[in-house]
C-alpha cells in the first residue's frame, strides 16, 4: 500500500497494457482508440482488484482534469464520462477525487453526458446508456450530498434526465433514470425547492402535453419516493396556500393544477394539503373558489376516485358551493354533476337535494346545465339517475326561458327514445319512464308556438319517429295512443287539428295565387299571410318570410306544384318527404349556409307535411285494431288491455278521420269498420259510426258493395240501437246518401207510429232519433213534427209523471239510477230544441211557447207537474236539461231576440244551483257557447254569480273560463279590425252592463244597504273586474267607469218605474265605481269612445238629471283597499289555453291563482298567486316557471261571514228572510204552455254531456256561501271516465253545429262513473255560532231550492292579501303545471262534457 502511495504521489500516471500516453499531442482518432482500451480496462474491473486500484490511481485523476472535462471533442467526452463512472464504481465508496469543486465539475461534466440520451439512433446511444446504467446502478451522485452545491448538481441532474427522456427510450431507460433521481431524494437530507420545482413542472397541463415521457417519468419518480417526498410538497402547498408566499417557487400559479395531479398520482402526497382546500372552498376571492371548486369537481369526480367517502368534510364543504354566491362557481358545480352521476353513483342520493335548488336558481346557464347533466347521464345508463332528478328536468320544461325549455324536452325525448322505444335497459326502465310521452305531450297546451313546434317535432322524430317502417310506425302509434293519459291525448289531438288547419291555409293560399291579381286578390293573400304567419315562430319576423313566400310561389311553378303535392289530401308520406326536400333545395343556396327565410319555411313544412298519416298507414293501424279484435296482437306484452287497445284504437281512428277523412278511403278500411259495428262494444260501434260519418261521403259512388251491407246496419242502429248509436246513424245517412229523404222516411214513419209512453225505456232510442231527424230534416217532417211535439212531447210525456220517483236526500245520482222516464223527458226536451235549431225562425212563436215549457220548469225546480211525485235527482237532470235548453237557443239569433230579460235571469241563476253537478254541467254548456262566440255576451256576466259557489274548485273554473273568453275576445279584436260596429257584443268590457243588471236583480239582494250583501255584490263585481282590470289596454279603466256613471244616469230597463229596483241599480253601480277606483289609477282619464248601454236593460239617459249622490252607507269604504288587479295569467288562459269546446282544465288551472278560494277574490285582497309571471314582478329570478300554486299552499281562509242554514230564523223559528226560489209558474201558464203547444210547437237541442266527474251537492239548499276553506275533498269531483275527443271543433262556420252535435255525444251516454255523495245532513245553527264542520256531500232536501250555501263568520278574516311567509312559499317552492297533470283529466273531463256533474240553483222568491 505505501508503494501504491509513493506512485501515486510520484505522478507518473500507468496506462493499461497497450496503451500509450494520452495527451493532447496526439490526433483526436489515435485519443479515441486509447480511451476505449482505458475503458475497456475499467469496464473489468471490480471493487475488489486492490491491487489495480493503486495502479490506475493517477490515471483517474489524470482522466479528471479540465483538458478532458473541457474537451472538445464529443465521443473523447462520452468516453472519459464512461471512465469515469466506472471510477466512481471501483473506488466507491471513497472516490479518488478529493476537492468538492472537482467533484462538483466531474458530475456536472457527466450530466452534461447524459444529453446524449436523446438521440436513440445515435451509433454511440449503447455507451450513453451504459454511463446511465452505471451511475444509477453505483447511486454514484450520492457522493454529491456532502457537497455545498449538492442541490445545483442535482437539479441540473434532474433536468437534463426530463429534458432528454423520449417516446424512443426502452422500459430499461425509464427505469435507471428513475432509479438514479429517486435514490437522491430517498437518500438524501433534504429537497429542496428548486429540486421539487425540476420534478413538479412536468406535471403541468403545458408541459405534460408538450412532453408525455417525462410526465410519466416525474409520475413514475413520484410515486417511487412518495413517502419521502411528501413533507416537502406539503411544505409548498403550505406555503402558496395557507401563507400565500407566491414567490416560493415560479409553479404557485399552477398550484391547483399540480393537486390534482400529485392526488391523480397518489392520494397520499396530499395528506396534509386537502384540509387546506377545505379553508380555500371558503376564500372570499371569488376567482380563487372557482379555481379551488374546479380541481376538486376533477378530483371527486374521477372514476376511480374515493376521495368523497374518504374525506367527508371536504365533500360536504364542496357541495357547500353549490348555493356559492358567485355564478360562474355555481356553474361549475352543477357540470361537475354528470360526472360524479357516471362515476359514483353513490353519490347521487347527496346531489340531489343541491341540484333541486340549482334547477330553480337565477341563472339561466346553470339550470340549463341542470338540465345537461342529468340528462347526459340518464343517456349513459338510467339507473345513475333517481326519479327526484328527472323530476327536477319535467319541472324545467316549463322554465320561462325558452332554451331551458327545449333542453329539458330534447333531454326527455331522448331517453323515452332510448329506454322506451328501443328498450335499451328492459320493461321496467320503460315503465320508469313511461310518464314522459305524456309530459312531453302536455307542453302542447302551451301558449308558445316555439314549444308546440318542439312538441310536434319530438312527436315525429322521438315518440313516434317517423322514418320507421309503415307497419312498426302505426304499431307505435297505436300503443302509444292507448297507453297516453286523457290531457295528453286531447293534446295530440289539438296538435293534428292544428297541422290540419295550416295545411288547409297554406292550400288556401295557393288556391289564391292562382287567381287574377286584382286588389281584393292582394287583400285576400295578406289576409292568408297573416293567418299562416301566426303560426310560425317569431310572428314579426316570420311575416316578411310568409310574404316573400308568396311571391316565389308566384313566380316559381315548380316549387308551387309541389307545394300543391304536400298539402294535397291523397298527399304520401313518402311523397312528402320527396317534396320537402326539393322544396329545399330550390329555396336553399350553397353561399348562404344561414338562411332565415330558409328556416322559416323548413319551419312551415315540417308543420304541415303528413309524416305519419296516409292511405298505407291508415290500412296498417286498421289491420292492427284487427289484429287486437282477432286477439292476435301482443297487447299484453305492450302493457295494454286488448279492450282498452281496442278501444283507443278506435278513438285514434276516430280522431285522425277529422284530419285525413281522404286517407281512409279504401275497400279494406270500410270492412274492417263495418266489422266494428257489429262488435257487442258500445264504444267501438258508436267510434266506427263516427268514422263513417267523417269519412263516407264518396262511399255511395265509389263503394256501392259497401253502401249495400252499410245501409241496413244504420237503419237498424236508427230505430234499435242505443241511443248514441241511433243518433251517429242518422248523421252517417245525412252525410254519406244522396237520397237521404227516402232514408229518413223508412226511419221516420215507423219509430213515429210506435211511440208509447207505456214502455219508457224503449222510448228512449226513438225520441233520439227523432229529434236529430227534426233538426236534419225539419222541413220533410215539418207536419207530423209538430203534432209531435204538441200532443206527444208535451201533453203526454213532458205533462204527466206516472212512476213515483225515488224518495232520497240525494240530489243528483248515476245515469244507470236515472228512471227512464226522466231519460224520456230529457230526450222529449232535447227534441223540442233540436227542431227548433233545424227551422231556425220564430213565424210559427213555436220558441216563445217552448222558452216559457222551458223556464216553467225552472220555476217548478224540475217539477213541472209540481204533483210532487219526482226525486230529486229527477228534477236535478230536468234543471239542467232546461237550463242547457235555454242557452242552446240563445245561441240562434232569432231566438235569443224572443228571450225575455226574467228568462234569462232564470237561466243564469242555474249556475247557482243547489246540486253540484247540474252547476259544473251547466257552466261547461255555458263556456263552449261562449267559446264559439256564439252566446251573446251577456251570457259571459252569468260566471259573476259564481263568486257565491261553496266550492273552490267551481269558483277557480269561473274563473278560468272568464279569462279565456275575454282575451278570445280580445284577441278577436285584434285579427278582426272591421268589425267595429260589433264592438258592443264583442268587447269584454261590455259585460259589466250586464254583469252590474244582473246582481240588481240577484234574488240574494234583498235589502238595498245590508252591508253583509253589498259586500257580496262587491266580491261578486270584483270577480269579473278583476280580470278585465288586469291590462289596462286602450285606457280601458276609464271606459269602464265613463260606462258606470253612464249607468247612473239611466233607470232599470226592465223595472224602470220601481225605485227600488233603481236604488239598487244605483247602489251596485256605486260599489263597481269604488272597485275601480280603488283598483286604478287611470280610471280618471278620458274615456276612448263613448261607451253604449245595451237598451232592452236600461232606459235612456236623462240629460236634465245628474245622479252624483252616493248610494253606498259610510261602512263600505273601508272595504274598498287600493291595490293593482294582478294579472290574470290562469292555466288556461296563458299556459293551457282552453280549447273552443272548453275541454282543458288541470288541477292547477282550477287553483290558477288563489282566486276566489281565498279573500282575494275581491277587491280589498292585495295578494294573489300567479301563473307565468312577468319579470317585472318577480324579485329574484328567471326561474320562475309556468307555474302555479297548489290548493295546499295556496288555500287561505275566506272573507265569508257566518251564515248557517238557518241562520236567519227569529224567534218563533220562522225564517226572516225571503225563501231563495223562483216564483213558480201558475197553472194557468202551465195550461197555456200547453194549449200554445195545441197550435204549434217547434224545438231545438239541450245538451246533457254524460262524461264528466260526479259530486253531490253541498249539504244546505239555500243559496249562500259557506266557508270557501271548508269546502270538504268530498266536494271535489271525482275522477271520470278518460275520453278522447278533439280538443276543439272545426273552424269553419258549417261544421260548428256538427261539431256541438259531437259534443252532445255524451249527452246519452251513461255516467257509469260518476260517485253518488255519501247521505249527511247539517244541522242548523243559529246565527253567531261557527260552524266548524265542512260541507257536507249531501244537500238537505227541502221544499225551495236555493244557492248553495254563504261562508261562516268565523272563516271569514279582515285582513287582506297573504302572510310573508305564504308569499315566500310561493317563491321558492312553486308547483310546476306538471305536477297537476294527475288530476288533468278529472278536470278535462270537467270542460269536456257535462251531465254527471251538476248542481242546483235554489229557488228565488222574489219581493
Known amino acids: 500500500m505505501a508503494h501504491s502511495k509513493n506512485r501515486a504521489t510520484d505522478g507518473k500516471i500507468t496506462y493499461p497494457p497497450g496503451v500509450k500516453e494520452i495527451s493532447d499531442k496526439i490526433s483526436k482518432e489515435e485519443m479515441v482508440r486509447r480511451l476505449k482500451m482505458v475503458v475497456k480496462t475499467f469496464m473489468d474491473m471490480d471493487q475488489d482488484s486492490e491491487e489495480e486500484k493503486e495502479l490506475y490511481l493517477n490515471l483517474a485523476l489524470h482522466l479528471a482534469s479540465d483538458f478532458f472535462l473541457k474537451h472538445p471533442d464529443k465521443d473523447v467526452r462520452l468516453l472519459v464520462a464512461c471512465c469515469l463512472a466506472d471510477i466512481f464504481r471501483i473506488y466507491a ?109 412536468n406535471l403541468v397541463p403545458a408541459h405534460k402535453n408538450l412532453n408525455k415521457q417525462a410526465y410519466d417519468l416525474a409520475k413514475a419518480l413520484l410515486k417511487r419516493t412518495a413517502q419521502a417526498i411528501e ?201 320508469q319512464i313511461s310518464w314522459i310521452k305524456d309530459k312531453l305531450l302536455h307542453i302542447y297546451y302551451q301558449n308558445s308556438i316555439d314549444d308546440r313546434l318542439l312538441v310536434e317535432r319530438i312527436f315525429a322524430q322521438y315518440l313516434v319517429p317517423h322514418n320507421l317502417e309503415t307497419t312498426e310506425r302505426m304499431k307505435c302509434l297505436y300503443y302509444l295512443y292507448a297507453t297516453l293519459d286523457g290531457n295528453a291525448v286531447k293534446a295530440l289531438n289539438e296538435m293534428w287539428k292544428c297541422q290540419n288547419m295550416l295545411r288547409h291555409h297554406v292550400k288556401d293560399l295557393l288556391d289564391l295565387i292562382k287567381q287574377p291579381k286584382s286588389e281584393s286578390y292582394s287583400k285576400a293573400v295578406f289576409s292568408k299571410v297573416m293567418v299562416i304567419t301566426r303560426n310560425l315562430p317569431d310572428p314579426g319576423k316570420t311575416q316578411d318570410f310568409v310574404k316573400k313566400l308568396a311571391q316565389v310561389l308566384e313566380e316559381d311553378e315548380k316549387i308551387r306544384k309541389q307545394l300543391e303535392t304536400l298539402v294535397s289530401p291523397s298527399c304520401s308520406c313518402k311523397q312528402a318527404e320527396v317534396c320537402v326536400k326539393e322544396i329545399t333545395k330550390k329555396l336553399g343556396s350553397p353561399k348562404q349556409p344561414s338562411n332565415p327565410f330558409l328556416e322559416m319555411v323548413k319551419f312551415l313544412l315540417e308543420r304541415i307535411a303528413p309524416v305519419h298519416i296516409d292511405t298505407e298507414s291508415i290500412s296498417a293501424l286498421i289491420k292492427q285494431v284487427n289484429k287486437s279484435i282477432e286477439g292476435t296482437a301482443d297487447d299484453e306484452d305492450e302493457g295494454v288491455p286488448t279492450e282498452q287497445a281496442i278501444r283507443a284504437g278506435l278513438e285514434l281512428l276516430k280522431v ?89 222516411a223508412q226511419i221516420f214513419e215507423p219509430l213515429h207510429k210506435s211511440l208509447d209512453t207505456d214502455n219508457m225505456e224503449q222510448l228512449i232510442t226513438p225520441l233520439t232519433t227523432l ?28 205533462m204527466n209523471d206516472r212512476i213515483p220517483g225515488k224518495k232520497t236526500t240525494k240530489l243528483w245520482v248515476p245515469d244507470e239510477e236515472v228512471s227512464p222516464e226522466t231519460l224520456a223527458k230529457i230526450q222529449g226536451l232535447k227534441l223540442m230544441v233540436r227542431w227548433l235549431l233545424g227551422v231556425k225562425n220564430n213565424q210559427s212563436k213555436s220558441g216563445n211557447s217552448t222558452l216559457r215549457m222551458l223556464t216553467a220548469i225552472l220555476s217548478s225546480d224540475g217539477d213541472l207537474t209540481e204533483q210532487g211525485k219526482m226525486g230529486k235527482p229527477d228534477m236535478s237532470r230536468l234543471r239542467l236539461a232546461a237550463g242547457c235548453a235555454i242557452l242552446r237557443l240563445a245561441q240562434e239569433p232569432c231566438y235569443h231576440e224572443i228571450i225575455t230579460l226574467e228568462q234569462y235571469q232564470l237561466c243564469a241563476l242555474v249556475i247557482n244551483d243547489e246540486c253540484y253537478q247540474v252547476r259544473q254541467a251547466f257552466a261547461q254548456k255555458l263556456h ?35 279569462v279565456k273568453n275575454i282575451n278570445l275576445r280580445r284577441e278577436y279584436l285584434k285579427q278582426h279590425a272591421a268589425v267595429s260596429e260589433k264592438l258592443i257584443s264583442l268587447l269584454p268590457e261590455y259585460v259589466v252592463p250586464y254583469a252590474i243588471h244582473l246582481l240588481v236583480h240577484d234574488p240574494d239582494y234583498v235589502k238595498v244597504q245590508d252591508i253583509e250583501q253589498l259586500k257580496d255584490i262587491k266580491e261578486a263585481l270584483w270577480f269579473v273586474l278583476e280580470i278585465l282590470m288586469a291590462k289596462n289596454e286602450n285606457n280601458s279603466h276609464a271606459f269602464i267607469r265613463k260606462m258606470v256613471e253612464n249607468i247612473k244616469q239611466t233607470k232599470d230597463g226592465q223595472c224602470p218605474d220601481d225605485p227600488k229596483i233603481n236604488e239598487k241599480l244605483y247602489t251596485v253601480c256605486d260599489v263597481a265605481m269604488n272597485i275601480v277606483i280603488s283598483k286604478s289609477t287611470t280610471y280618471s282619464l278620458e274615456s ?58 288541470t288541477k292547477l288551472s282550477r287553483m290558477e291563482t288563489i282566486s276566489n278560494a281565498s279573500s282575494n277574490s275581491n277587491p280589498s285582497s292585495p295578494g294573489r298567486s ?148 255519501p247521505k249527511g245532513r247539517r244541522g242548523r245553527k243559529p246565527r253567531g255560532e261557527a260552524d266548524t264542520a265542512s260541507d257536507s256531500v249531501e244537500s238537505t232536501p227541502q221544499k225551495k231550492r236555493g244557492r248553495p250555501p254563504k261562508p261562516q263568520t268565523a272563516a271569514r278574516k279582515a285582513s287582506g292579501g297573504r302572510s310573508k311567509a305564504a308569499a315566500n312559499q310561493e317563491e321558492e317552492s312553486e308547483e310546476e303545471m306538471d305536477t297537476a297533470q294527475q288530476s288533468e283529466e278529472e278536470e278535462d273531463e270537467s270542460m269536456d262534457s257535462s251531465p254527471k256533474v251538476r248542481r242546483k240553483v235554489g229557488r228565488r222568491d222574489r219581493r
Not at 101 to 130: C, H, P, V, W
Not at 1253 to 1269: H, M
Request: some cysteine.
Open 771 to 798: 229529434g236529430h231527424l227534426a233538426m236534419l230534416a225539419p222541413e220533410q217532417f215539418a207536419a207530423p213534427l209538430k203534432s209531435l211535439v204538441a200532443n206527444f212531447i208535451v201533453k203526454d210525456l213532458l
Open 1170 to 1317: 300567479k301563473g307565468r309571471l312577468d319579470s317585472a314582478d318577480v324579485d329574484h329570478s328567471e326561474n320562475e316557471d309556468i307555474s302555479m300554486k297548489s290548493p295546499s299552499e295556496t288555500e287561505k281562509p275566506s272573507r265569508g261571514r257566518k251564515r248557517g242554514a238557518a241562520a236567519n230564523l227569529d224567534d218563533k223559528g220562522q225564517e226572516s228572510k225571503p225563501k231563495r226560489g223562483r216564483k213558480k209558474a201558475a197553472n194557468t201558464s202551465t195550461d197555456d204552455a200547453e194549449d200554445q203547444w195545441g197550435e204549434d210547437s217547434s224545438m231545438a237541442e239541450a245538451s246533457m254531456e254524460t262524461e264528466d266527474e260526479q259530486n253531490s251537492p253541498p249539504k244546505r239548499g239555500r243559496r249562500g256561501r259557506p266557508p270557501k276553506s271548508a269546502a270538504s275533498k268530498d266536494e271535489m269531483p271525482s275522477k271520470g271516465r278518460r275520453g278522447r275527443k278533439k280538443t276543439a271543433p272545426p273552424a269553419d262556420e258549417e261544421n260548428e253545429d256538427e261539431q256541438e252535435e259531437e259534443e252532445d255525444d255524451e249527452d246519452d251516454a251513461g255516467s257509469e262513473n260518476m260517485e253518488v255523495k
Open 928 to 962: 263552449k257557447g261562449l267559446c264559439r262566440l256564439r252566446l251573446p255576451l251577456e251570457y259571459l256576466a252569468v260566471f259573476t254569480l259564481c263568486a257565491k259557489d261553496p266550492v273552490k274548485e267551481r269558483r277557480a273554473h269561473a274563473r278560468q273560463c272568464l
Open 93 to 201: 465508496p471513497e472516490a479518488p477525487y478529493t476537492s468538492p469543486d472537482k467533484l462538483k465539475d466531474i458530475f456536472m461534466f457527466i450530466t452534461r453526458q447524459l444529453k446524449g440520451l436523446e438521440d436513440t439512433k445515435s451509433a454511440q446511444f449503447n455507451r450513453y446508456f451504459y454511463l446511465l446504467e452505471n451511475i444509477a446502478w453505483v447511486k454514484s451522485y450520492n457522493i454529491c450530498f456532502e457537497l455545498e452545491d449538492s442541490n445545483e448538481i442535482f437539479t441540473q441532474l434532474y433536468r437534463t434526465l426530463f429534458q432528454v427522456i423520449n417516446n424512443g427510450h426502452n422500459q430499461k431507460v425509464h427505469m435507471h433514470m428513475v432509479d438514479l433521481m429517486s435514490s437522491i431524494v430517498c437518500e438524501g437530507d433534504s429537497v429542496s425547492q428548486e429540486l421539487l420545482d425540476t420534478v413538479l413542472v
Open 231 to 431: 413533507p416537502y410538497i406539503t411544505n409548498f402547498f403550505n406555503q402558496v396556500l395557507m401563507l400565500g408566499k407566491t414567490s416560493v417557487s415560479d409553479l404557485s400559479e399552477h398550484v391547483f393544477d399540480l393537486i390534482l395531479e400529485l392526488y391523480n398520482i397518489d392520494s397520499h402526497l396530499l395528506l396534509s394539503v386537502l384540509p387546506q382546500l377545505e379553508f380555500k372552498l371558503k376564500s372570499n376571492d371569488n376567482d380563487e373558489r372557482l379555481q379551488v371548486v374546479k380541481l376538486l369537481a376533477k378530483m371527486f369526480g374521477a372514476k376511480d376516485s374515493e376521495l368523497a367517502s374518504q374525506n367527508k368534510p371536504l365533500w360536504q364543504c364542496y357541495l357547500g358551493r353549490f348555493n356559492d354566491i358567485h355564478v360562474p362557481v355555481r356553474l361549475e358545480c352543477v357540470k361537475f354533476a354528470s360526472h360524479c352521476l357516471m362515476n359514483h353513483p353513490d353519490l347521487a342520493k347527496d346531489l340531489t337535494e343541491y341540484l333541486k335548488v340549482r334547477s330553480h336558481d337565477p341563472e339561466e346557464a346553470i339550470r340549463h346545465d341542470v338540465i345537461v347533466s342529468i340528462v347526459t347521464a340518464s343517456k349513459k345508463d338510467l339507473s345513475l339517475v333517481n326519479d327526484h332528478l328527472l323530476n327536477f328536468v319535467r319541472e324545467r320544461t316549463l322554465d320561462k326561458r325558452w332554451r331551458v325549455r327545449k333542453e329539458a324536452m330534447m333531454g326527455l325525448a331522448q331517453i323515452y327514445k332510448k329506454y322506451a322505444l328501443q328498450a335499451e335497459a328492459g320493461k321496467e326502465a320503460a315503465k
Open 1088 to 1145: 276612448p269612445k263613448d261607451p253604449v248601454l245595451p237598451a232592452r236593460y236600461f232606459t235612456q239617459p236623462d240629460k236634465n238629471f245628474s245622479n252624483t249622490k252616493n248610494y253606498l252607507p259610510p261602512e263600505m269604504k273601508s272595504f274598498f283597499t287600493p291595490g293593482k288587479p294582478k294579472a290574470a295569467n290562469v292555466l288556461g288562459a296563458v299556459n293551457k289555453p282552453l280549447s273552443a269546446t272548453g275541454k282543458l282544465q
Open 656 to 744: 285522425l278521420s277529422f284530419t285525413h277523412p281522404v286517407s281512409f278511403h279504401s275497400a279494406e278500411t270500410f270492412e274492417s269498420l263495418l266489422g266494428c259495428l257489429k262488435m257487442d262494444d258500445e264504444k267501438v260501434a258508436e267510434a266506427a259510426l263516427q268514422i263513417f260519418k267523417n269519412t263516407g261521403n264518396k262511399l255511395e259512388e265509389s263503394f256501392p258493395h259497401i253502401k249495400s251491407v252499410l245501409l241496413p246496419v244504420l237503419q237498424h242502429k236508427a230505430k234499435k240501437g242505443p241511443p248514441r248509436q241511433a243518433k251517429y246513424a242518422i248523421h252517417c245517412i245525412h252525410a254519406m246518401f244522396t237520397n237521404r229523404d227516402t232514408h229518413f
